[in-house]
């Protein structure tokens, strides 16, 4: 592996070791691919240096999939770290989304 894993690696060691104190390697491996899968794409980037990946078009969902399995501990720790700004994501979705409907569900005839 390259520096950047090594750096990510050390600097998330500590809770890599909690988290794999507390779930099997099983557990771990389905909350992250689930994690994975539900988190946007923006924040998959922090997940970069865990990917073993020949692609000049940089990583695509699978290679992430493959690195989440393979370093599963490692990869929670990482996502845990981007959690509120996922969920401050989601928040302002969540609030475009309903000024939508409130916009949509006006009659038509109204300003």
Known sequence: MDAPFHILRVANEPRSE????????????KRALDMLDKMPSEFRKDLAPL??????H??????YERAVEEY???ALAVIE?????ITRHYEAEAAKAQQMTEYFTKPIDEA
């Open 81 to 85: 770290q981007k959690i509120e700004d």
């Open 72 to 74: 599963p501990f490692l």
């Open 58 to 63: 940089g990583p695509y969902l699978a290679d």
């Open 18 to 29: 909690q988290i794999a104190a507390k779930m099997t390697k099983e557990e771990a491996t």
């Open 51 to 56: 990917v073993r990946s020949g692609s000049k």
